[in-house]
C-alpha cells in the first residue's frame, strides 16, 4: 500500500504536537495575569486556567453610595485578566498548531 507511511508519520506527528499542548496545558496553571480597571483601583489576577486568584481592590474606590461603579470595576477588570487569559493560552497552544490546517482546532 502506498501512503501508509505517510499516515503513519502523520498520526506520529500528531501524537508529538498533543503531548507538546499538553505540556503546555499544564504550565499554564501556573501563569498568571492581571486585569485592572479604574486606573489600577481595582486588580484581579487569574491563572492560564482561568481560575481568579487574586482580587485588589484600592480603598478610595469604595463608596457606600456607589456599589455599581465598584461592580463595574470588578466586572471590567475580572473580564480583562480573563481575555489575556485567553490570549496567552491561544499563544501557547497556537505555536504547536501553526500552518497545520486541522478541522475542529484553532
Known amino acids: 500500500m502506498r ?3 505517510n499516515m503513519q508519520q ?5 501524537q508529538k504536537m498533543q503531548k507538546k499542548m499538553a ?11 492581571e486585569g485592572t480597571a479604574g486606573g489600577g483601583m ?3 489576577v487569574v491563572s492560564g486556567h482561568k481560575e ?3 482580587v485588589q481592590i484600592k480603598e478610595e474606590v469604595v463608596d457606600p453610595d456607589d456599589i455599581e461603579m465598584l461592580q463595574d470595576l470588578v466586572l ?12 496567552l493560552t491561544a499563544d501557547r497552544l497556537g505555536k ?11
Open 76 to 87: 471590567a477588570a475580572t473580564n480583562e485578566a480573563l481575555q489575556k487569559a485567553d490570549d
Open 96 to 106: 504547536h498548531t501553526k500552518g497545520m490546517n486541522i478541522p475542529g482546532m484553532m
Open 10 to 14: 502523520m498520526m506520529k506527528q500528531m
Open 23 to 33: 505540556d503546555e496545558q499544564e504550565k499554564l496553571k501556573d501563569e498568571k495575569v
Open 3 to 5: 501512503g501508509g507511511g
Open 42 to 44: 481595582v486588580t484581579v
Open 52 to 54: 481568579i486568584l487574586d
